[in-house]
């Protein structure tokens, strides 16, 4: 399905807060036809390497659901273990969330962030980490409203982008098809002010230079800015 594209080349993308009942924060994040509903769970216990430290701690779990592909793929629960990509895109998560909060100022308390994939179409990794920073910001919120915490621990947003390169051109907020054929593939995590918190990139089939590192970089920038301001109207 081909998706009408902003003038920064995002595809339509919407938060949609408090998608589910239970946890203390939700989001239903769509870019494109990916789809990721994120959660967010606080406990007031840390684990066992945190306790008596005076700080707490934020984690992510991620899972992408069976049908979420063309084809269906068995539960990770059911193989037995997770896969090493499922590993490392929620540790990647899990590092993007803690780049923007205070732990100490958070006490001595977790909050888990789940991402599971409904749809995927390219750029699973960067939906999560956006939709995962609404549903952290609303169960903080949710713990200001009960005078759990005075003020927000939250330092600045976070959000995350896809980006890749092919015949020399830029392309910003990968669908899949674009991703398979793309000479550089690269992702791209930023808080306000263009602060990046990572990134990733692999020479797919040819490599790039310093130049258009940067050229994609500078792309980064303007598209994670505009995503940071949808999150905050989502959360307003």
């Not at 969330?97 to 390219?122: K, P, S, Y």
């Not at 915490?149 to 947003?157: D, G, L, R, V």
């Not at 690269?186 to 990572?198: G, K, Q, T, W």
């Not at 994609?216 to 303007?222: I, N, V």
């Amino acid at each position: 399905m081909n998706m009408k594209r902003n003038e920064l080349g995002l595809r339509p993308m919407s938060f949609e807060t408090s998608f589910t009942t239970h946890p203390d924060g939700s989001c239903l994040v769509r870019m494109g036809n990916t789809w990721v509903m994120c959660t967010a769970s606080v406990e007031h216990s840390v684990p066992p390497w945190l306790q008596n430290k005076n700080q707490g701690w934020v984690t992510a779990e991620y899972s992408m659901l069976p049908a979420a592909t063309h084809s269906r793929t068995k539960r990770e629960a059911v193989r037995g273990k997770q896969s090493g990509r499922t590993q490392e895109i929620q540790r990647l998560i899990g590092r993007a969330l803690r780049a923007c909060i205070d732990l100490t100022a958070l006490g001595e308390r977790t909050i888990l962030i789940d991402c599971d994939v409904i749809q995927a179409d390219g750029g699973t990794r960067t939906a999560s980490i956006n939709g995962a920073f609404v549903a952290l910001a609303l169960a903080v919120q949710k713990l200001q409203k009960n005078k759990a915490i005075a003020t927000s621990p939250i330092k600045s947003a976070v959000a995350a982008i896809s980006l890749g390169l092919k015949s020399g051109k830029v392309l910003v907020d990968l669908d899949y098809e674009q991703d398979s054929k793309c000479d550089v593939d690269m992702n791209f995590v930023m808080l306000e002010e263009s602060r990046i918190v990572e990134l990733q990139g692999t020479a797919e089939h040819a490599w790039f230079s310093a130049e258009e590192a940067q050229n994609m970089l500078a792309e980064a920038s303007k598209a994670i800015e505009h995503i940071i301001q949808q999150q905050k109207e989502a959360l307003a």
